[in-house]
Each structure stands twice: as structure tokens, then as C-alpha cells.
């Protein structure tokens, strides 16, 4: 069975900085992309960033380029989103997604909330 | 990286069909057959249910379609069920290697 688990939020100030963690198992972990989508409360989706399945290549949506960084440990079955310089408009809740190639998303974690606040 | 335009909402009555469009640009939906549509229920997490403009995942009702034309995707769902009462999203590839998603449109089972 395919699972992703994501962890490591949180609240944290303005300004701050907060590591997302996403283990995944049930899968062949380097077969796959994975991306994160964010959805602050209320709100729809947002895509935040994806990785290539070698972790070569990252991608960044402009609100969050610069900020963010995604990573992965394919060793460890694990993904990574690195925030910094966080503000209220990164208040969210955090899913890590398995992508396929033609970029959908085909399994979600329930998500793991951020919040920015002082 | 605009969102893909989505209607705010759409209804319909058990039994009948209601499609759902998602309109973007020649640099994301019009230029990719990378459209994918997502259904979320309160508090849970989106789930694929059509993926590269018109295949549904393994275990996804036949009563969902997807298709496309020019730069508007569409998603049709037929036989409305209770169940189906959720927020819809479509998203899309785009021409700088990102995803885009729509604003979202919430389906109402009358």
C-alpha cells in the first residue's frame, strides 16, 4: 500500500524557518517525482514545488522561489521542503504528493499544517 | 503562474450530468495533454481522478470524463450520485515546468 506521511509542522513566527519532512513507502521510492501542494485554510490548492526522481532537477512556483527548497533522501525514502523567511501567506496545510510523469499527483498524504503567526 | 480559471460552482440533480470547465492559456492547458482533475471532500486529502486530459486511475468511477479543446479542459460527471458532492480541482503542466492549479469549483447534488 502506498503511503506518505508528512511531519514537521508547526507554528512558527514571522520570519522563521520550519523543515518539512515526507516519508513514503509502499512504492519503488526512485521511480517517482514528488511534489508539495499547499492549501491555506478555506483556500484551494496551490503547487509549491517538485523534484525530479534523481533529485536533479527542483521546481519552484514564483511565490515561494528563492525561500523554499525541496530536496529528497532516496536512501531513506524521504522528501524534504526547507522553508525560510516564512510569513502569513505561507499559513497552510502541507501535502506531499507522488507525481507521475505527466505531472498528476496520484497519491496525497493528509497533509501536515503550518502556521506563521506571532 | 495564474491559476487556471475555474467556475465558482456548478449543481445538478441525481441522475443527471454536469461538466465542469477549466480555462487557461497555449503556455499550460493548451499546450500540454498534462491536464489532471482532482476531487476533495471536507477535510481530506485531493484524490486523482483523471490524469493526462482523459484516463482515469485504476478504481475511479466510469462516470468521470475529462477532455479538452483548444485551451479549456473539461470535467463531465455523469449519473450525479450524493457521493459525488465534493470541490473540484483541474491543474496543468506549464510551458516553465511548473503546475498551475484552478481556483476550484465546488459540485452541489441537489
Known amino acids: 500500500e502506498v503511503q506518505l506521511l508528512e511531519s514537521g509542522g508547526g507554528l512558527v513566527q514571522p520570519g522563521g524557518s520550519l523543515r518539512l519532512s515526507c516519508a513514503a513507502s509502499?512504492?519503488?521510492?526512485?521511480?517517482?517525482?514528488l511534489t508539495w501542494v499547499r492549501q491555506p485554510p478555506g483556500k484551494g490548492l496551490e503547487w509549491v514545488s517538485s523534484?525530479?526522481?534523481?533529485?536533479?532537477?527542483?521546481y519552484y512556483a514564483d511565490s515561494v522561489r528563492g525561500r523554499f527548497t525541496i530536496s529528497r533522501d532516496n536512501s531513506k525514502n524521504t522528501v524534504f521542503l526547507q522553508m525560510s523567511s516564512l510569513g502569513a501567506e505561507d499559513t497552510a496545510l502541507y501535502y506531499c504528493?507522488?507525481?507521475?510523469?505527466?505531472?498528476?499527483?496520484?497519491?496525497w498524504g493528509q497533509g501536515t499544517l503550518v502556521t506563521v503567526s506571532s | 503562474q495564474s491559476a487556471l480559471t475555474q467556475p465558482a460552482s456548478v449543481s445538478g440533480s441525481p441522475g443527471q450530468s454536469i461538466t465542469i470547465s477549466c480555462t487557461g492559456t497555449s503556455s499550460d492547458v493548451g499546450g500540454y495533454n498534462s491536464v489532471s482533475w482532482y476531487q476533495q471532500h471536507p477535510g481530506k486529502a485531493p484524490k486523482l481522478m483523471i490524469y493526462e486530459v482523459n484516463n482515469r486511475p485504476s478504481g475511479v468511477s466510469n462516470r468521470f470524463s475529462g477532455s479538452k479543446s483548444g485551451n479549456t479542459a473539461s470535467l463531465t460527471i455523469s449519473g450525479l450520485q450524493a457521493e459525488d458532492e465534493a470541490d473540484y480541482y483541474c491543474s496543468s503542466y506549464t510551458s516553465s515546468s511548473t503546475r498551475v492549479f484552478g481556483g476550484g469549483t465546488k459540485v452541489t447534488v441537489l
Open positions: 523534484i525530479t526522481r534523481d533529485g536533479d532537477n527542483t
Open positions: 509502499g512504492f519503488t521510492f526512485t521511480n517517482y517525482a
Open positions: 504528493a507522488r507525481t507521475l510523469r505527466g505531472s498528476a499527483s496520484d497519491y
